[in-house]
């Protein structure tokens, strides 16, 4: 089964294959999808300083009976946070939010600032700030591992030239129709975990005939299909609902997509427009 079923990050650290994604559930609404997906059989919970939840993230983990130890649980520093002193005060604050002794994961949210994100500047004095807080706040023991998300190429190199602890995790944008094989490799040869968010394409993957004639092939659900997708490319998909019955068949992934269909899935066309979602510039730039 899927959800018992883990990765293991360069220092040692094991990470659940499946995540639950928090992004636009309210911070009451949290709490109680912590709970349900904790009780499916989830450990691995996704959230950020961005989302606003980050304390009924910590409340659901709380009162949901599983061991501390036995949940994951990533946060992430604010995309506008590029200098030292912000990211320290930051890591501190997603602690008090959170209301946890230490933080599982945490990543730096995005290379640039949200609204900078199109422009040119690419801010590497910035993201090797806040990663120096990082690395700070992981030899010290608040966070078991360190990362970043939304990082291509050149800003993934700005760090591994001057940092003392590699990024351990590389959150994309990533599912059939938009799979960044390039960007993906890098990561992998550099030991670096790449995990999918949105990786139902915000649901536009929903609508696309030739998909659903693939899951209708395996007999499944278009979103077992596309998890399943991303596990066998060696991702870590994070699907985020905060329905019941969804995390249960978002974890119903066992079985098995033929190369040759994988290789047909990795070849559909990519999605021109993420609908309402792209106003936001990392969907935009799609």
């Not at 590029?82 to 230490?102: P, Q």
């Not at 806040?130 to 690395?135: D, F, G, I, Q």
């Not at 351990?168 to 975990?193: D, R, Y």
Request: one cysteine or more; proline letters at 5%; glycine letters at 6%.
């Amino acid at each position: 089964m899927i959800l018992e079923e883990k990765y293991t990050l360069p220092n040692g650290v094991k990470i659940p294959k499946l995540g639950l994604g928090t992004w636009f559930i309210n911070d009451d609404e949290v709490v109680q999808a912590v709970k349900d997906a904790a009780r499916i059989g989830y450990r691995h919970i996704d959230t950020a300083q961005a989302y606003g939840n980050e304390s009924g993230v910590g409340k659901g983990v709380k009162a949901s009976g599983i061991g501390r130890e036995e949940m994951f649980v990533t946060t992430k520093l604010a995309a506008e946070v590029k200098s030292y002193k912000e990211a320290v005060a930051s890591i501190d604050a997603s602690l008090k939010k959170l209301g946890l002794d230490y933080i599982d994961l945490m990543l730096i949210h995005s290379p640039k600032p949200w609204t900078k994100f199109l422009e040119s500047e690419p801010y590497f004095e910035g993201n090797r700030e806040a990663w120096r807080a990082l690395e700070e706040a992981y030899k010290a023991g608040k966070l078991r591992a360190i990362g970043v998300s939304n990082f291509e190429i050149p800003d993934l190199n700005n760090i591994l030239k001057n940092c003392s602890v590699k990024p351990m995790v590389n959150q994309l944008l990533a599912h059939i129709s938009n799979t960044p094989k390039e960007l993906i490799q890098f990561n992998q040869t550099n030991k670096i975990l790449v995990e999918a968010y949105s990786p139902f394409g915000h649901g536009e993957l929903f609508k696309n005939k030739e998909v659903q004639a693939m899951a209708e092939k395996y007999s499944v659900s278009v979103s077992q299909l596309a998890i399943r997708y991303c596990l066998q490319l060696g991702l870590l998909p994070l699907p985020k609902t905060a329905n019941p019955q969804h995390m249960k068949t978002n974890a119903a992934v066992d079985f098995t997509i033929q190369d040759a269909d994988m290789g047909l899935l990795e070849n559909v066309q990519s999605i021109e427009s993420y609908g309402e979602h792209s106003r936001f510039p990392v969907f935009g730039k799609v």
